[in-house]
């Protein structure tokens, strides 16, 4: 069964910095999502990967398939970005598997 | 832009009770899934379903659990005697493929209360 780790667990930083997320998982796998969790519990996908870079907004995800480690960055990070964003791999008849989150807060 | 919805909200149901937590799916997804998040913890997976299957399940998703897509459009999570532990959020999820290659689409979650 494949390990989910995420780090750091918690994140506070100043609005308008660079904030990395990373995940390290322990079984190969086809694809990696980032969620993000708001407060009110909602749930919602940032990007699937299976390879390489994705970019949308502030928000770019990467991977290194060989290493079996992603992050998630976020450039010029605004306290609307305050949330716990969510590694999950995909296992196949495991179905996804979840870190358990990095709580961010940006704070003004 | 489409959205998955979740009802009820909130459902509070006393120990041995049966609960019927209810999906609406994005209409021409063809994958859909439960998750559970007990309260302070991570998601975890419950199960998927796919060409009026269950394709894969977890260890959670034992007897009392049960998935069915009745009409075409609802998609149900069914727990027949509830226990407390079964007290967490619920997330219903769908996506166009299979999610090895097809971004998630999440309710907003029932929150189910067992007393």
Same mark, same amino acid.
């Given at each position: ?13 100043? @609005? $308008? @910095? ?23 519990? $909602? ?66 | ?7 009820? /909200? ?7 009770? !049966? ?7 994005? *209409? ?23 060409? &009026? !299957?269950? +394709?894969?399940? +977890? ?6 659990? *049960? ?5 075409? /459009? &609802? ?5 027949? *005697? ?5 007290? %967490?959020?619920?997330?219903? %999820? +769908?996506?166009?493929? /299979? *999610?090895?290659? +097809? ?13």
């Amino acid at each position: 069964k494949n390990e989910v780790e995420q780090s750091p667990q918690n994140l506070t930083a100043q @609005e $308008g @910095e660079f904030i990395t997320i990373n995940c390290s998982y322990s079984v190969g796998i086809s694809a990696l999502h980032w969620l993000q969790q708001h407060p009110g519990g $909602g749930i919602v996908s940032l990007f699937m990967l299976s390879s390489g870079k994705k970019k949308h907004g502030r928000l770019i995800a990467t991977i290194n398939i060989q290493e079996k480690h992603s992050s998630l960055h976020i450039t010029a990070s605004h306290p609307r970005d305050s949330a716990v964003y969510i590694c999950a791999v995909w296992g196949g008849a495991d179905g996804l598997t979840f870190g358990k989150g990095t709580h961010l807060i940006i704070q003004p | 832009e489409p959205e998955v919805t979740q009802t009820p /909200s909130h459902q509070v149901t006393q120990m041995g009770q !049966e609960v019927i937590l209810r999906c609406v799916p994005i *209409s021409n997804h063809l994958y859909f899934y439960w998750y559970r998040q007990i309260l302070g913890q991570k998601v975890e997976f419950l199960v998927s379903f796919y060409n &009026n !299957e269950i +394709s894969e399940k +977890s260890e959670i998703f034992d007897d009392q659990f *049960s998935v069915e897509r009745p009409d075409g /459009s &609802n998609f149900t999570l069914k727990i027949r *005697s509830t226990k407390l532990e079964d007290s %967490a959020m619920y997330f219903c %999820a +769908s996506t166009r493929e /299979s *999610s090895y290659n +097809s971004p998630l689409h999440f309710g907003n979650g029932t929150r189910l209360t067992v007393t």
